[in-house]
């Protein structure tokens, strides 16, 4: 019996719903999604837009500056169907934009090379742009420091012009200009080097780097999980550099085999997998001219993970540590003279802690802290002491603040901006009193997502609107400057979407149907998931839902639900999952779904597929195998198949260690409910995953194949958990179109 069948190429030529039937669409305009047109078919020619652009994201502006005097704007801006990004300058008095920089003018035309290192570092921030894909404007606004190609360039920001500065035989990571902008200081080879801008006289300042052993860059888990891409710092004075060992001799080493050469020898790297070994993090401090490593002390045993690190200017060197579980985390001051720490503050949680790598922030020259806390059951920050008592809270829990929010802090004005909203599906602006008299002022109120980047008396207003409108305006107060101009293509249609709330639990959810939709017809329901903590996808955002409208156009309901264990509905909500990925979260899709079905009678429940990637993929995998009855295809990309096999500081947060909770391991594996599976399933994963591991889709495909449960496996040879190539990305969508027409009978 052939239970397994191997798609070793792509399907091509599914643009179309069965039936045939030109396509027409309105043309964009007014600076966002185009308007709905009626078409007979989904639209042949959008998937290749869609992958073309990146999902429409290539020629955003990107990575916003602002000058120290507010003068200037700096933004990272590609074409419209190019990953090279280059450097633009957009003057706040004039209005008027210009190049700054360009990775070809740098390069003289030479190819871009990454290290390891770096391809690593960008897989962690979901970064796929080349050409200037990062650069750092110094303290004064003066200087510009561009890492390219594996060197470093110094950019005058006036004139544009640039000198190399020479970093020796191998390639320089995470690079940073000290406060006064004299020195560069970066990684290279495992070990701390520091550069003097103007002399170029180089310093090495560690000497450690060895097999397993690394010098100041952050380890797997601070990268993918924690939020923290920085392993070094500098000191406010410039005099001495904090920097990060990392020993990963413990840690077990995956390895990755390049199927398409099999001549190449497999890539390793460590990976803590659940309830294993973690990398050994210290810190020492170094003096920039070079010397001896003095090691901060704290109870590493017990608090193992170095979770934030925070040098200012005006205050003491701070840390946030945590213990493995993450249900207890301490605010550390260092003094610098002895590096003997003290415990400022403890924050505990009997469930998990989230993380939040906008604190602790120092303000009121060091007098105060600004924290966050979901201590009273959501979100809230919150103002404490020198001695880290507890001063006042600047929001109530239900305000709809979210970790990560703040986003700047106006001591002049007295004020703290922030995002919230109320409601999880909208993003809004506001700001806070610091002083804690007065209400929250919101100063954006069209439904939609805002944001803002705020600095040098003016601010950045990025909004993409409900309506399709999307723009970046530059704002001095209320006084509009001007807008950041996006080179980004408009997409040919506005999904209609409608959202909506359903059911006992109030679920978040959204509807699209097909552009062609006919009220007397019943159409088969696809599914769009992700499930899992960390992430909504109900969103008043429509250009998240532009795959998922071409997916409709073919002749389907596609649907999206958020339930428990999503965050910004408040602690218990999240916190609702601990110890089971997947019973809750399955229960709420399942009855967020048959409540749409009964308001919305165009909905055939009686073919219903579900696709997802990551969590999502994972979490479309074990909805056709435990619910049957109710799902009946699924695509699974990119999948964890098992949790043990997965990585400590994310798993462990959610459902603890394996040996404590066995049997949230067991049932929330793929391969414990693989013998039931009667449903059609798709796995797609890439071969060179480095955070879900293909191994992942071998051991789903292997435990289907033992229980003879018949299969479809798509590998991606040679991709990671990010997949931005084009061809791949078209091929990839119109196979899962055509799949899907196939295992619901729809085609």
């Known amino acids: 019996m052939n239970v397994a069948h191997i798609f070793f190429t792509l399907a091509l030529g599914c643009g179309s719903t069965p039936g045939g039937g030109e396509t027409t669409v309105a043309p964009a305009g007014g600076g966002g999604v185009g308007r709905s047109a009626s078409p007979a078919t989904a639209d042949p020619a959008f998937i290749e837009q869609y992958a073309a652009t990146n999902g429409f994201r290539l020629g955003r502006p990107a990575d916003l500056s602002i000058t120290p005097d507010g003068d200037a704007v700096l933004f990272l801006r590609s074409g419209p169907r190019s990953f090279v990004r280059d450097l633009y300058s957009f003057d706040t008095r004039t209005g008027e934009e210009r190049v700054l920089l360009t990775a070809d003018a740098l390069l003289r035309g030479a190819e871009e090379e990454l290290s390891a290192e770096e391809r690593a570092r960008r897989e962690r921030m979901r970064l796929s742009a080349r050409g200037i894909a990062a650069y750092e404007l110094s303290g004064d606004g003066r200087l510009i420091l561009v890492p390219l190609s594996g060197r470093l360039f110094v950019v005058e920001r006036e004139t544009g012009r640039s000198r190399e500065l020479s970093t020796g035989e191998g390639y320089p990571n995470d690079a940073h200009f000290s406060s006064d902008a004299s020195k560069v200081g970066f990684v290279r080879d495992g070990d701390l080097y520091v550069v003097d801008v103007a002399s170029g006289r180089e310093t090495r300042l560690t000497r450690s780097a060895r097999d397993h052993v690394v ?110 579980r993450q249900t207890e985390e301490r605010i550390l001051t260092v003094d610098t003279r002895t590096l003997a720490t003290a ?13 939040d790598q906008d604190v602790p922030r120092w303000i009121a020259g060091g007098e105060q802290l600004l924290w966050t806390t979901e201590r009273e059951g959501g979100w809230q920050l919150e103002v404490r002491g020198r001695d880290g008592t507890l001063v006042r809270a600047l929001n109530e829990p239900g305000f709809g603040y979210d970790g990560g929010g703040l986003l700047h802090v106006d001591e002049g004005r007295g004020v703290v901006w922030v995002r919230a909203s109320a409601d ?66 408009q997409p040919p249609f506005r999904p209609s979407m409608e959202l909506v709330t359903v059911g006992e639990r109030e679920l978040r959810a959204v509807v699209i149907r097909p552009r062609s939709f006919e009220t007397e017809r019943r159409y088969p329901v696809l599914v769009s998931v992700y499930g899992g903590p960390h992430w909504r996808v109900v969103s008043a955002n429509p250009y998240r839902y532009l795959l998922e409208q071409w997916y409709a ?43 749409l079905g009964e308001r919305f009678p165009e909905m055939d429940l009686d073919r219903v597929g ?48 394996p040996q404590e909770n066995e049997h949230g391991y067991t ?63 078209r091929s990839r969508h119109q196979l899962i179109a055509r799949w899907f027409a196939v295992n619901l009978g729809t085609g």
Do not use: C
């Open 215 to 324: 010098n100041g860059l952050a380890e797997f888990v601070a990268q993918e999980e924690m939020g923290r891409y920085r392993g070094w710092w500098w000191s406010p004075d410039g005099q001495h550099v904090l920097y990060q060992q990392t020993d990963t001799s413990g840690v077990e080493r995956l390895h990755i085999v390049d199927p398409m050469h099999p001549e190449a020898e497999p890539s390793a790297a460590p990976y803590p997998r659940a309830g294993r070994d973690n990398a050994v993090v210290k810190l020492g401090v170094v003096p920039a001219r070079g010397g001896e490593t003095r090691w901060i002390a704290w109870d590493r045993g017990a608090f193992p993970y170095l979770a934030t690190v925070r040098w200012p200017d005006d205050a003491p060197l701070t840390l946030l540590v945590q213990n493995r």
């Open 343 to 355: 415990v400022l503050h403890t924050e505990r949680d009997d469930a998990w802690l989230n993380l």
């Open 424 to 489: 999880p599906t909208e993003q809004h602006v506001w700001t806070l009193p610091l002083g804690g008299e007065g209400e929250p002022e919101r100063l954006t109120r069209e439904p939609g997502f805002h944001d803002a980047t705020v600095g040098g008396g003016v601010w950045i207003h990025e909004a993409t609107l409900l309506d399709g409108t999307r723009a970046w305006t530059v704002r001095r107060g209320d006084q509009l400057v001007g807008e950041l101009r996006s080179a980004a293509e």
């Open 553 to 595: 156009d073919h002749g389907y309901v596609v649907v999206s639900i958020d339930g428990r264990g999503t965050p910004g509905r408040g602690r218990e909500w999240e916190r609702a999952i601990r110890g089971d990925f997947i019973t809750l979260p399955l229960e709420d899709q399942v009855a967020g779904l048959r409540a």
């Open 610 to 657: 579900i696709f997802g990637w990551s969590f999502g993929g994972y979490f479309s995998a074990m909805a056709v195998m435990q619910r049957p009855d109710v799902f009946h295809a699924g695509v699974a990309g990119a999948p964890v198949a098992d949790w043990r096999d997965y990585d400590t500081h994310y798993t462990e947060r959610y459902i603890g260690l």
């Open 667 to 729: 049932h929330g594996s793929v391969l414990t409910h693989a013998p039931r599976l009667e449903r059609p399933l798709l796995i797609i994963h890439g071969t060179a995953d480095d955070n879900v591991y293909f191994t992942h889709a071998i051991k789903m495909s292997d435990a289907l194949l033992r229980a003879a449960r018949p299969h479809d496996f798509l590998p991606l040879s040679g991709f990671t958990h990010m997949v931005a190539d084009p061809d791949v990305t």
